[in-house]
């Protein structure tokens, strides 16, 4: 059975498989995070409007755009989340165990910007040193900002 597929596989080529694979695999939203860091090593942390009122509090993060490099959606959710800029760095975790999410995450640098939170979706910004977290920040970026990442 398996020599019979390979062949029909084999056959196929092109767009017919590309079409076969979309139809049998699972579609993933991808979300992208940044652990921004100011030259005194503080993290950004937002209290997000959207988020559950019990973990409010989290790293700038976003939904990859389609065909848009990882690194490019750090820079782009920062700056539309808080006016800010930043140099995306190392990435630090990339997890698929959620339904349909993959998470991403990056190191990234203040590098410039002026703070102006986007009232639509976030409520508060803060710089924060690794010692002085906000209740009701989300564990994931907890770990994160701790170092505690899964690559």
Request: with cysteine; aromatic share 8%; glycine share 10%.
């Amino acid at each position: 059975m398996k020599r019979l597929a390979a062949g029909i596989w084999r056959r196929l080529r092109g767009r017919a498989q590309w079409r076969i694979l979309w139809l049998a695999h699972a579609k993933f939203v991808v979300g992208v995070t940044g652990v921004v860091r100011d030259d005194q090593g503080r993290v950004l942390l937002l209290r997000h409007r959207l988020w559950s009122p019990r973990h409010p509090w989290g790293l700038p993060t976003g939904c990859a755009a389609a065909g848009e490099a990882f690194p490019d959606t750090v820079v782009r959710e920062v700056k539309e989340e808080t006016g800010l800029d930043v140099e995306p760095g190392r990435l630090v975790r990339l997890n698929s165990g959620y339904r349909l999410r993959v998470e991403v995450a990056y190191e990234a640098r203040l590098v410039g910007g002026e703070l102006r939170i986007d009232p639509f979706e976030i409520l508060e910004a803060r710089w924060c040193t690794p010692d002085e977290l906000p209740e009701g920040l989300q564990e994931s970026h907890r770990e994160l900002i701790h170092g505690e990442a899964v690559v």
